[in-house]
């Protein structure tokens, strides 16, 4: 089993920054990629951004390819999110997920490709 943990979210006027952190434990050598993923109200669940966990090869959803980066740390066994240039539309509950399966990008941003799932954390942004 592998446990992971959201934090770093919170309130922010648009063009602003936020680091999310997702904190990994438990049988975190069995993690084959990492990934992003966000809800809004009414909406569904949808990709944000992907890694993977030994060669850290990175994967973006067009909505914020260039604006935010996705990292990790292995030895903290931690995930980050830089997000830049926040828009109101960023607005949502962001939710880490991790998979065990060598898995091709586009399986990825599926969210059912996904073993563990975080709680989630708030992210809102003011214009």
């Known amino acids: 089993q592998v446990q992971l943990v959201e934090s770093g979210g919170g309130l922010v006027q648009a063009g602003g920054s936020l680091r999310l952190s997702c904190a990994a434990s438990?049988?975190?050598?069995?993690?084959?990629?990492m990934g992003w993923f966000r809800q809004a109200p009414g909406k569904e669940r949808e990709f944000v951004a992907a890694?993977?966990?030994?060669?850290?090869?990175?994967y973006y959803a067009d909505s914020v390819k260039g604006r935010f980066t996705i990292s990790r740390d292995n030895v903290k066994n931690t995930a980050y999110l830089q997000m830049n240039s926040l828009k109101p539309e960023d607005t949502a509950v962001y939710y880490c997920?991790?998979?065990?399966?060598?898995?091709?990008?586009?399986?990825?941003?599926?969210?059912?490709?996904?073993?563990?799932w975080g709680r989630g954390t708030q992210v809102t942004v003011s214009s």
């Open positions: 890694i993977t966990w030994n060669i850290g090869n990175t």
């Open positions: 997920a991790a998979t065990r399966q060598r898995s091709s990008w586009s399986q990825i941003t599926i969210p059912v490709t996904h073993d563990y």
């Open positions: 438990g049988r975190t050598f069995s993690i084959y990629a």
